[in-house]
């Protein structure tokens, strides 16, 4: 079976800091890989996505993410958070190919950006 | 355009209870996804329903049912409440079933189900 473990629970920086949120998946075969975001009050929204080619992904709002098979990680980066950036990212991947769409998710990130 | 809406917002019910849960997916999505997301965790994959039928289920047990409608819209069921089925229901839409890289989730509000 699917999973994906997001090892940082909760992240506290001050504004302008970088930010590292890391994701590993297990998994047997291929997958599409996903980073969501879900804004305090808001609905989950897709940061970004990577299904194949430059394993260097850019999303909305400055974050990329770097697919690294050989570690079956994900990870999220920004260079210089702010503080709208507060928010819990969640990890999540699917089966390419796959007739079902079905995401396992990571349990998530919370991150807190200080002024 | 709308995006996926879910009713009701909040609801709140008592343990043995019954609940339907609504959602409305983007015009033109056929496939409607179900998660449940307890607090402090990610979402949890039930259901995926395509054309209006079954396409996958999650490990949850016979309490929890769907159906999807001739115009896409779905309904999530659980009967005999319990406790811990407390939990923000989440709708998500996508053009067709699948793992492709045209077919992305589109997520609504979710419904906050608190059982006492």
Do not use: M
């Not at chain 1, 796959?98 to 807190?112: D, E, H, N």
């Not at chain 2, 999807?68 to 069921?77: G, I, V």
Request: hydrophobic share 35%; aromatic share 14%; with cysteine.
């Amino acid at each position: 079976a699917q999973s994906v473990s997001q090892h940082n629970h909760h992240v506290i920086l001050s504004e302008a800091a970088s930010l590292e949120l890391g994701c590993n998946y297990s998994y047997g075969g291929t997958v599409n890989l996903f980073w969501y975001v879900q804004y305090p009050g808001q609905h989950l929204q897709l940061l970004l996505k990577y299904f194949s080619g430059d394993p260097l992904v850019k999303g909305i709002k400055g974050f990329e993410a770097e697919f690294i098979k050989s570690k079956f990680s994900f990870n999220l980066r920004k260079p210089s958070v702010q503080w709208s950036d507060t928010a819990e990212y969640f990890c999540a991947v699917n089966a390419r190919g796959s007739t079902l769409g079905r995401l396992y998710f990571g349990r998530g990130t919370q991150l807190t950006v200080w002024p | 355009d709308a995006g996926v809406t879910q009713s009701p917002t909040h609801l709140i019910k008592t343990r043995g209870q019954h609940v339907t849960l609504r959602c409305s997916p983007i015009s033109g999505h056929k496939s409607v996804s179900w998660y449940q997301q307890v607090l402090g965790q990610g979402p949890q994959f039930i259901f995926q329903y395509y054309e209006k039928e079954e396409r996958g289920r999650g490990n949850f047990p016979d309490r929890f049912s769907a159906r999807q409608f001739p115009n896409y819209s779905s309904e999530l069921n659980v009967n005999a409440l319990l406790l811990g089925d407390s939990a923000l229901y989440l709708c998500a839409s996508s053009p067709a079933s699948g793992g492709g890289p045209y077919n992305e989730q589109f997520f609504g509000p979710g419904t906050r189900l608190t059982v006492l």
